[in-house]
């Protein structure tokens, strides 16, 4: 198969990528992080973009700097993703987006010499760096790893003096991407019907859509809030744990009252479930 073949098969596999997007947005458009999401796909269809691009031989670079500052902006709002203060963030989102467009201004788009210099690669790959770590510990860290290694590799062969097949780097981003979508599909639905408590459903929920960087503040309110009411038991990162001590009726009784501090801490990202 050609190369014009081969970029045209990423982008279809990009394209089914919708799938597990809107299965996504159905278990997202309870919480906060509904303006992350639209992100999210507005960054895949920059992606998806570069196709005809790369077909035709246009300016690859600049133009998938773009999509990789668009695309980055989905971590940054998940950073900024708690209620009431999403309105505020988009501006912050926005300063964003004007301050990574500063490269495009200082070397002309169509220019085969355009690249980014140290500084503005430092940027744009500790926003990725950041994002990729948000997310290693929850169930779906191995996906955002796939995708964080694609992003990095791009980044990476923007600089100075790079001399590779920017159009094969994009198929490599368009399939990360793909593949990381349906990895995570998989993984969610793979666990989605498992036996776990009510405040062990509530923290998974928060702990794997928010990352580390949220959920470690609502586990501690929470555990704040236990200790303070005098509740057995610990919130970890797997879940609730200490409970074994006391009998059946104890217990349950017990996982209502962390359910019901739980919820109250998450209040701001989710509905309680």
């Known amino acids: ?69 668009v695309l980055a902006t989905f ?10 203060r999403l309105s505020a963030w988009s501006f912050v989102l926005v300063g964003w ?22 500084a503005w690669l430092a940027f744009l790959g500790g926003v990725w760096i950041v994002g990729v770590v948000n997310y290693l510990p929850t169930r779906f860290g191995l996906p955002v790893s796939l995708v964080g290694c694609a992003l990095g590799w791009n980044v990476w062969q923007m600089r ?22 349906w990895w995570a599909w998989w993984l969610a639905r793979r666990h989605e019907e498992t036996r776990e408590s009510d405040v062990d459903r509530l923290w998974f929920r928060v702990r794997n859509l928010f990352g580390v960087s949220w959920a470690s503040r609502i586990q501690q309110q929470t555990q704040a809030a236990a200790h303070h009411a005098g509740l057995e038991g610990r919130l970890t990162w797997f879940g609730l744990s200490g409970l074994d001590g006391q009998e ?13 501090l739980l919820a109250a801490a998450s209040a701001r990202f989710v509905d309680s479930v």
């Open 1 to 69: 198969m050609t190369k014009d073949g081969l970029i045209w098969l990423s982008f279809g596999a990009l394209v089914t990528a919708a799938g597990p997007w809107l299965w996504g947005w159905g278990r997202v458009r309870s919480t906060s992080l509904t303006h992350a999401w639209f992100w999210l796909l507005l960054g895949g269809v920059a992606v998806a973009c570069l196709t005809p691009f790369a077909h035709a031989g246009g300016p690859l670079r600049p133009l998938r700097y773009v999509a990789l500052v």
């Open 75 to 84: 971590p940054l709002a998940v950073l900024g993703a708690v209620r009431p």
């Open 248 to 260: 059946a009726t104890q217990a349950a009784t017990t996982r209502r009252e962390w359910h019901r």
């Open 160 to 181: 100075l003096g790079a001399e590779t097949d920017p159009v094969l780097e994009i198929m490599l981003l368009q399939l990360a991407l793909a593949g990381g979508a």
């Open 97 to 118: 987006l004007a301050a990574a467009s500063l490269p495009l201004l200082q070397v002309s788009w169509r220019s085969p010499a355009w690249y980014l210099d140290g």
